[in-house]
């Protein structure tokens, strides 16, 4: 089956700082999805592409379609502490939304105040 | 707001019982999904619906069941659970062309 592959795996930056995580697959995607999930928590969305190359913002999150389709990246400005928790990838490549997503396996990000 | 919302939070089971999880939606979306979450893990597609009375199965659907009789239930069956069934398990819904699924709270199964 297709596979995300998420890096980094984990994170400890300092409050402020900037972070960035991406994700890359053998095969193409038609849309990119980037959640995030607190602890004890389902994923919550934060931001979803659909054209390559497109590039979108949620506050001070901002992520990218790359324009093979194989891959998206997700940056975070200027983190604050209820930033923690686990970002995931997840990508379709199918046009329906019955589609099956794939994950990636996770960054858990970890901010120290 | 209810969105998803899945029950019981928490069960611990015993290797042999079995159990149905819940998972409800209040947002009319056709397709709903079940997804597995091992530690340190990514989530893994169990089975999905696109629609009242369809089901199909996903990327590790063994040991499990599921059934659509409504738009809004779809409600996941463990007919004989096993230790590797330990996970916490996700409900998610979606509403048609576009993939963006919302996810329940999830329910921490342990068997053991």
């Known amino acids: 089956g297709q596979q995300l592959n998420q890096s980094p795996q984990s994170m400890f930056i300092q409050e402020g700082e900037d972070v960035s995580m991406n994700c890359t697959s053998s095969?193409?995607?038609?849309?990119w999805l980037w959640y995030k999930q607190d602890p004890g928590e389902g994923p919550v969305l934060l931001i979803a592409?659909?054209?390559?190359?497109e590039l979108t913002s949620n506050g001070r999150l901002t992520a990218q379609f790359g324009i093979t389709r194989k891959d998206s990246f997700l940056n975070i400005s200027a983190s604050i502490p209820s930033d923690v928790g686990i970002y995931f990838c997840?990508?379709?490549?199918?046009?329906?939304?019955?589609?099956?997503?794939?994950f990636g396996e996770g960054t858990q990000l970890t901010v120290n105040p | 707001n209810a969105g998803v919302t899945q029950t019981p939070k928490f069960r611990i089971l015993k290797i042999g019982q079995s159990m149905t999880l819940q998972c409800t939606q209040d947002?009319?979306?056709?397709?709903m999904y079940w997804y597995r979450q091992d530690p340190g893990m990514g989530l893994k597609l169990i089975y999905y619906?696109?629609?009242?009375?369809?089901?199909d199965k996903g990327e590790v659907p063994n040991g499990y069941n599921v059934s659509r009789s409504t738009t809004e239930d779809f409600p996941l069956r463990l007919e004989l659970a096993a230790p590797s069934q330990t996970s916490v398990y996700f409900c998610?819904?979606?509403?048609?062309?576009?993939?963006?699924?919302?996810f329940g709270a999830g329910t921490r199964l342990s068997v053991l």
């Open positions: 998610a819904s979606s509403r048609g062309t576009k993939n963006i699924q919302y």
């Open positions: 592409l659909y054209k390559a190359g």
């Open positions: 947002m009319n979306h056709n397709y």
């Open positions: 095969s193409i995607f038609n849309t």
């Open positions: 619906s696109v629609g009242a009375g369809i089901t």
């Open positions: 997840a990508g379709q490549a199918g046009e329906t939304s019955g589609s099956r997503l794939t």
